[in-house]
């Protein structure tokens, strides 16, 4: 079974950069694809980045532009490049996967969950 633990959250101010990462192990279908979602309090969980298993990247309107997803070689890590943060980023960011190799941006779609890191920016 896959499993999906996420680092790298902390507290920045508006402007400012930070990477997640997601240490990816026991996946075993190459049509595995990855995302990104984050939940603030008291809200839902929304897709911010995915890439499916042709590496093709799909981003959030809100945040395309400044951030980016990535995974090395081997898709041990996956890895969100936040830059130019806003308030409105902070929340609970999750890492997450499915079998199906599509890489939306719809939670219906995920099958396995990270933890969570959290992302506070303020201004």
């Known amino acids: 079974q896959v499993q999906l633990v996420e680092s790298g959250g902390g507290s920045v101010q508006a402007g400012g950069s930070l990477r997640l990462s997601c240490a990816v192990s026991g996946y075993n279908n190459p049509h595995t694809s990855m995302a990104w979602f984050r939940q603030a309090p008291g809200k839902g969980r929304e897709g911010v980045a995915a890439?499916?298993?042709?590496?093709?990247?799909t981003y959030a309107p809100s945040v395309k532009g400044r951030f980016a997803i990535s995974q090395d070689n081997g898709k041990n890590t996956l890895y969100l490049q936040m830059t130019n943060l806003k308030p409105e980023d902070t929340a609970m960011y999750y890492c997450a996967a499915e079998d199906y190799g599509l890489g939306t941006l719809l939670l219906d779609e995920y099958n396995d969950w990270g933890q969570g890191t959290q992302v506070t920016v303020t201004s």
């Open positions: 890439i499916d298993s042709d590496g093709k990247k």
